[in-house]
């Protein structure tokens, strides 16, 4: 195997069992008064994201679907962290994000438009606008993420090459061109 995959492997493995935390860390930060609009809007994104019905990949397909969600929420703490200071836990992820467009190759200019165009979604009648001008909405948005974090369990399955290709194919396969 790849010395390269082996890294992605680990580091993949790892934001599998970090994604609650993460989630905890943005909604934290998506809270914080002190934090410019346009990183609130990339954080809203994620939030809002995470509880897309639809996502690139189904949370049910063998993990990866997890991977996904990790994956996006890396590239909008990148995107955020282009519009200004981030918390350091949100640092960290928007660094990971390296990994992701070293593994996504050149299907990462898709994934960067797919994220940039999260802002205009909307998911379950919340707008990105509304969660981050709107603290009722905010609330619920963030109760319902926090029900899911706690009853979130990491994937048991092993990431392997086999994995990473599949993981691949789903993003080729779901990115808009």
């Excluded at 350091?88 to 050149?106: S, Y």
């Excluded at 009648?125 to 001008?133: D, K, L, M």
């Excluded at 994937?155 to 993003?171: A, E, H, I, N």
Aim: with cysteine; charged share 25%.
């Amino acid at each position: 195997m790849d010395p390269t995959d082996e890294r992605f492997i680990a580091a993949f493995s790892q934001s599998l069992v970090s994604l609650p935390h993460d989630v905890k860390a943005l909604l934290s930060a998506l809270g914080d008064a002190n934090l410019q609009p346009g990183v609130k809007r990339s954080l809203a994104c994620g939030a809002n994201y995470l509880r897309k019905s639809l996502d690139l990949i189904d949370d049910g397909v063998e993990g990866l679907g997890y991977l996904d969600d990790a994956f996006i929420v890396r590239l909008l703490c990148e995107q955020a962290q282009s519009r200004g200071p981030l918390p350091d836990e949100l640092r960290t992820l928007a660094a990971e994000a390296e990994l992701v467009r070293g593994f996504l190759g050149p299907l990462y200019e898709r994934a960067e438009r797919y994220v940039t165009g999260l802002e205009q979604l909307a998911v379950r009648g919340r707008s990105v606008e509304a969660i981050v001008s709107d603290a009722g909405c905010r609330e619920e948005l963030t109760a319902d993420l926090l029900d899911w974090a706690a009853r979130y369990k990491s994937p048991q399955f092993v990431l392997d090459g086999l994995g990473l290709s599949k993981l691949r194919s789903f993003f080729a396969a779901r990115l808009p061109n």
